[in-house]
């Protein structure tokens, strides 16, 4: 009894058929897998369906016999018709329904004569070996051809072997670059110098009418992660014009010549699509000081920057072209760039103050679930120093530790840990410390802390804790600023040596023993009583000289190490000053901690227990015991 249930082909051939009776090409859209019309591997795989479906189901199967079972059906007389090839022979079988088949033809004299007897109609096929061999040549490179020309779309217009010339920076449209002012806090200087450049851009006429000039380049100079390329976009944002992106080290490549072709490019396109704006990342890579090269010659960096000065100094601002870059190493850019007609005005864009750092907390903070005894504005006094992506660092760490803890709100506890985390590092719970190393770090710790809040000068406690965190720190005390400060007194660097020497002389006191902990502490120490002798003149014995000459970069913690430009003798009077500072510091220390050693006792002991320690809790402790410094 025959079933009336459909096969699956049929059901997909009525489902299909029906969608088409209705001419809703959206239902026919859903009706197919996602981005199907956009993935090669869909377009390969229906056409592997259709191949199969054609074979299996839309042409009969061709049986392959063996040419004994050929003549056997010969001879019984079972062959409706015949066709014989140069190499194979095909035929039908009797039978409902007919049968195909095919079988490879032998050497067989006789076989033209046995047909005619038992009266098989047969007849014969010539194959043209000239056009097969063509078309095995043609069609696999037609297919390749295809395949190239796929490709090359794909990977666009300046992605071809030949076009390593071309520029490689990425072009943002007027609706693309949707990033403006209001997106861009704490460094409002920096915003008020461009306004300049976004008024030009928009409205070129109204300076051109009274004579005026746009500056032709802009240079934004300042720390890493202080907003320079989130600035330069928003300019380009606020005058809503194209934004031609790009970093200085996509210029250079293995091939000579490259370079200085890709500034051409970049140019021409730029003067194509005005009024627009050309941003150059990290300038550096690109705009080092020529001669710096310690091979010698005539590089291809430097033939790359000799184009960019061509064209910058060829280039008419008229045209509405504005040539913006970024940098944190202004001191080693080569002083042609820096003249004027070139980047004739360098924008300091430098860490936020307070108030930048809360605006920048407050923009960071717009889609995250603040619980309401969150303070920004307590978060940003508890950041100094940071920047822009520092600050958006610590609200996403905030955000993730909430989640992780299935709060419904970022809690003000969850700050407090992610400025621990991006200061201090990550907590190691699993360090096994034994007891004596950690009663030589709460004691540590202690001496840090209390010396902090003995000395006039010092910022106050926040936090201290013998928690290990990060690569080598086994605990840490962690001072707030009341204020962001920019210059230091005499009396403020010799507070600060003696708390960096607290901790060394608070495991002299407790144990008449020292460790390898106060490493980091004696290191900073010196260097900052060596810059008291050598750069800040304030030396009583060698008086107002500085001995040093910086040569550091500006916004950068690395040094270089000149050679000295001072005599032995003088070389030892500078080391015998450093010696006594320290000296005189150490023993300073050591006053205040043996004049509070009750309070070092009990506060070590309480860190022992509880591994973190509130700075109020410290000041209650200490608002009993008589200062006596």
């Not at 000039?213 to 907003?227: C, E, N, Y």
């Not at 490019?265 to 890579?285: G, M, N, R, T, Y």
């Not at 930048?356 to 307590?378: F, M, Q, T, Y």
Request: glycine fraction near 8%.
């Amino acid at each position: 009894m025959p079933s009336n249930e459909k096969k699956p082909l049929e059901k997909l051939t009525d489902k299909f058929r029906s969608l088409m009776d209705q001419h809703d090409p959206q239902k026919i859209k859903g009706a197919l897998p996602p981005k199907a019309q956009f993935s090669i591997w869909y377009a390969m795989a229906a056409i592997l369906l259709f191949t199969y479906l054609q074979q299996y189901y839309f042409y009969a199967k061709v049986e392959s016999i063996p040419y004994s079972q050929f003549k056997q059906h010969i001879a019984e007389g079972k062959l409706v018709k015949l066709t014989i090839g140069p190499d194979n022979i095909n035929g039908t079988l009797e039978g409902k329904p007919e049968q195909e088949f095919t079988t490879v033809r032998v050497n067989d004299p006789g076989l033209v004569k046995e047909l005619d007897e038992r009266k098989v109609s047969y007849s014969g096929r010539y194959e043209n070996k000239f056009l097969s061999s063509l078309l095995s040549w043609v069609i696999p490179f037609g297919i390749f051809f295809l395949i190239w020309r796929f490709a090359m779309k794909k990977m666009g217009p300046g992605m071809g072997v030949m076009s390593f010339s071309k520029s490689k920076a990425k072009i943002f449209a007027e609706s693309e670059t949707k990033v403006t002012f209001m997106d861009v806090a704490g460094i409002d200087e920096a915003k008020d110098e461009l306004r300049e450049v976004v008024e030009f851009l928009s409205t070129p006429e109204k300076a051109q009418k009274l004579g005026g000039r746009i500056p032709k380049g802009v240079l934004l100079v300042g720390p890493p992660g202080t907003g320079k390329t989130l600035l330069a976009r928003a300019v380009a944002g606020e005058a809503k014009v194209p934004f031609f992106s790009i970093s200085g080290s996509e210029f250079v490549e293995m091939f000579v010549g490259v370079g200085a072709a890709r500034v051409r490019d970049l140019f021409s396109q730029a003067a194509h699509q005005a009024p627009c704006i050309i941003f150059i990342d990290e300038l550096d890579a690109l705009g080092k000081a020529r001669g710096m090269n310690v091979m010698g010659g005539h590089d291809e960096r430097e033939q790359t920057l000799n184009q960019l000065l061509v064209e910058m100094d060829g280039f008419e601002t008229n045209k509405g072209v504005i040539i913006m870059a970024a940098t944190n190493r202004p001191e080693i850019l080569d002083p042609a760039l820096l003249r004027p007609g070139r980047f004739d005005r360098q924008v300091l864009v430098d860490r936020p103050d307070i108030n930048g750092r809360e605006a920048i907390l407050k923009i960071h903070s717009k889609n995250v679930l603040l619980s309401p005894e969150v303070d920004l504005r307590l978060i940003a006094g508890r950041t100094p120093g940071f920047v822009g992506a520092d600050l958006a660092n610590i609200i996403n760490e905030a955000a993730l530790l909430a989640a992780r803890n299935d709060k419904e709100k970022v809690e003000l506890a969850d700050f407090d840990e992610a400025i621990d985390r991006v200061v201090a590092g990550l907590q190691k719970k699993n360090r096994v410390i034994n007891a004596k190393e950690k009663e030589i770090v709460a004691f540590h710790e202690s001496g840090h802390a209390i010396v902090a809040e003995s000395v006039e000068h010092a910022d106050p406690v926040h936090k201290i804790s013998i928690i290990p965190r990060g690569i080598a720190a086994l605990g840490y005390t962690q001072q707030q600023p009341t204020e962001d400060r920019y210059l230091m007194t005499r009396s403020e660097l010799l507070d600060r040596l003696a708390v960096l020497l607290g901790g060394r002389v608070a495991e002299e006191l407790a144990f008449q023993e020292i460790s390898t902990g106060a490493q980091n502490d004696l290191q900073r120490a010196s260097d900052i009583a060596r810059s008291m002798v050598t750069e800040y003149g304030m030396s009583d014995r060698l008086g107002l000289v500085s001995y040093e000459r910086s040569r550091q970069p500006m916004f950068l913690p690395e040094s270089y190490s000149p050679g000295k430009n001072y005599s032995e003798a003088k070389a030892a009077q500078i080391d015998e000053e450093v010696t006594r500072f320290i000296e005189e510091a150490h023993q300073r220390v050591r006053k205040i901690l043996s004049e509070r050693r009750t309070v070092l006792d009990d506060l070590a002991h309480l860190l022992s227990e509880k591994e973190s320690v509130q700075g109020e809790e410290l000041r209650k402790m200490l608002s009993v015991v008589t200062p006596g410094i």
